[in-house]
Antibody
Framework: EVQLVESGGGLVQPGGSLRLSCAASGFSFRSYAMSWVRQAPGKGLEWVSGISASGGSTNYADSVKGRITISRDNSKNTLFLQMNSLRAEDTAVYYC???????????????WGQGALVTVSS | EIVLTQSPGTLSLSPGERATLSCRASQSVNNSYLAWYQQRPGQAPRLLIYGASTGATGIPDRFSGSGSGTDFTLTILRLEPEDFAVYYC??????????FGQGTRLEIK
């Protein structure tokens, strides 16, 4: 069974940093592109960032470019999101999500974690 | 950036009825790279449809997608109680700048 489990969420002050992790199991993690998608409280979905299967290609939404870095460790089946210079508007549940096709970078998602809540507030 | 506009914002129907949800793009979606997701309260989204009309694995055949270019539709035949949720469209054909619609809430009438 495919499983994605996020961790690392919490309360952080404006301007602070946080690192999210997503532990993957049940599939060949190194073969699939991955993404982070967020959802502010009571709002819709917003794609944040994606990374290719090898980690050699990354993409970011304009709203987070320069403040957020996506990375992965294929030896540990783990996806990361390093978030710096956090703002109140970054408050959201952050989901990690899996691309459906091996070695493609399609950026739609057939499996999602349960999410990690990040709250940016003083 | 392609803006996706979903309508209606809220749809009130009864179990057994047919639901028709619309997703309109501000410009043509390349290769019909359009997906639909269902999100129940407190849960992560679930992929229903991709490529505008291909059902995802394990999705009941009462869910179907259609459309191309800028106009796309999700149809749900014979609504079941578990179908009442929020539905999002998403385009993934635009140079890595993927976007979601704002969602349609399907509620029990």
């Amino acid at each position: 069974e495919v499983q994605l489990v996020e961790s690392g969420g919490g309360l952080v002050q404006p301007g602070g940093s946080l690192r999210l992790s997503c532990a993957a199991s049940g599939f060949s993690f190194r073969s699939y592109a991955m993404s982070w998608v967020r959802q502010a409280p009571g709002k819709g979905l917003e794609w944040v960032s994606g990374i290719s299967a090898s980690g050699g290609s990354t993409n970011y939404a304009d709203s987070v470019k320069g403040r957020i870095t996506i990375s992965r460790d294929n030896s540990k089946n783990t996806l990361f999101l390093q978030m710096n210079s956090l703002r109140a508007e970054d408050t959201a549940v952050y989901y990690c999500a899996k691309d459906p096709v091996r070695y493609q970078f399609l950026l739609f998602f057939d499996c999602w974690g349960q999410g990690a809540l990040v709250t940016v507030s003083s | 950036e392609i803006v996706l506009t979903q309508s209606p914002g809220t749809l009130s129907l009864s179990p057994g009825e047919r639901a028709t949800l619309s997703c309109r793009a501000s410009q043509s979606v390349n290769n019909s790279y359009l997906a639909w997701y269902q999100q129940r309260p407190g849960q992560a989204p679930r992929l229903l449809i991709y490529g505008a009309s291909t059902g995802a694995t394990g999705i009941p055949d009462r869910f179907s997608g259609s459309g191309s270019g800028t106009d796309f539709t999700l149809t749900i035949l014979r609504l079941e109680p578990e179908d009442f949720a929020v539905y999002y469209c998403q385009q993934y054909g635009s140079s890595r700048a993927i976007t979601f619609g704002q969602g349609t809430r399907l509620e029990i009438k």
